[in-house]
C-alpha cells in the first residue's frame, strides 16, 4: 500500500489553521497514523485511529477520514508547531507504509 | 522512565556488517512486537523488521529480508538488528520502536528512540 501526502511544503501563518492530507493507494480503513518530526527529533506519534489523539495532544490537532483519505488539521498554528508529518497506514498485515511527509513552515 | 536507547551506528563500508542494538526501560518489554524503522536523509520513516516476544516470530521488509536480521533478549530488555551485506541505500537513522498495542499485528508506533546513523559509503 501506497501512502501519499501532500502537499509536500505548506507555509501558514500564525493563527491560522493547516490542513495536510494523506491518501491511500488501497482502502485502509480507519488504521491510519500522524507523526509529527521536530528537527533533529525522532516522530512522535499525535494521531491513531485516523481521529484519535494521543495522550496529551492539544485539541487543536485532529485527525479525519477514513478508506483512502485522510486529512490532519492543525488549528491556531503556533512556531512549536514547524516540523515535518508523516501518515502511516496499520491495516492488516506488515508492511505498514509511511508517506514521504508534509513539511509545515510558519510564515 | 519509559525510554528507549539505541546505539552501534557508524560508518561501514558496502559489503560489510553492523550489529545495532536497543536497550528498553519502564514498560513490559517482552508483552510487544518491537521493530526496527529507518529515515533515510529527507525521506519519511520506513518500517524494516519487527520480532515478536516469547516466540520471537520476524517480519522484514522486501528491502532488507535476508541480509538483515532482528533479534531480542527480553531478559536484558534488549533489541537488536544484525545488518549484513550492507548498500549505500541502506544509509539512514535506524529507530528502535515499540507499538502502541500488545498486538501481533497493527503496528503503529507510540515510543521511539533518538536513533543511530548508519553511513554506508566506502
Known amino acids: 500500500i501506497i501512502m501519499t501526502q501532500s502537499p509536500a511544503n505548506l507555509s501558514v501563518s500564525p493563527g491560522d489553521t493547516a490542513t495536510l492530507s494523506c491518501r491511500a493507494s488501497?482502502?485502509?480503513?480507519?488504521?491510519l497514523a500522524w507523526y509529527q518530526q521536530r528537527p533533529g527529533q525522532a516522530p512522535r506519534l499525535l494521531i491513531y485511529?485516523?481521529?484519535v489523539r494521543a495522550p496529551g495532544l492539544p485539541p487543536r490537532f485532529s485527525g479525519s477520514g477514513s478508506g483512502t483519505e485522510f486529512t490532519l488539521t492543525i488549528t491556531s498554528l503556533q512556531s512549536e508547531d514547524i516540523a515535518d508529518y508523516f501518515c502511516?497506514?496499520?491495516?492488516?498485515?506488515?508492511?505498514?507504509?509511511f508517506g514521504q511527509g508534509t513539511k509545515l513552515e510558519i510564515k | 522512565e519509559v525510554q528507549l536507547m539505541e546505539s552501534g551506528g557508524g560508518l561501514v563500508q558496502p559489503g560489510g556488517a553492523l550489529r545495532l542494538s536497543c536497550t528498553a526501560s519502564?514498560?513490559?518489554?517482552?508483552?510487544?512486537?518491537m521493530a526496527w524503522v529507518r529515515q533515510a536523509p529527507g525521506r519519511g520513516p520506513e518500517w524494516v523488521a519487527s520480532?515478536?516476544?516469547?516466540?520471537?516470530?520476524?517480519y522484514y521488509a522486501d528491502s532488507v529480508q535476508g541480509r538483515f536480521h532482528i533479534s531480542r533478549d527480553d531478559a536484558q530488555n534488549t533489541l537488536w538488528l544484525q545488518m549484513n551485506s550492507v548498500r549505500d541505500d541502506d544509509t539512514a537513522v535506524y529507530y528502535c520502536?515499540?507499538?502502541?498495542?500488545?498486538?501481533?499485528?497493527?503496528?503503529?508506533?507510540?515510543?521511539w528512540g533518538r536513533g543511530t546513523l548508519v553511513t554506508v559509503s566506502s
Open positions: 520502536a515499540k507499538p502502541r498495542l500488545e498486538l501481533q499485528y497493527l503496528w503503529h508506533f507510540d515510543l
Open positions: 519502564g514498560f513490559t518489554f517482552n508483552n510487544y512486537v
Open positions: 520480532i515478536t516476544g516469547t516466540e520471537g516470530r520476524t
Open positions: 488501497q482502502d485502509v480503513s480507519r488504521h
Open positions: 485511529s485516523a481521529s
Open positions: 502511516q497506514h496499520y491495516y492488516n498485515w506488515p508492511p505498514y507504509t
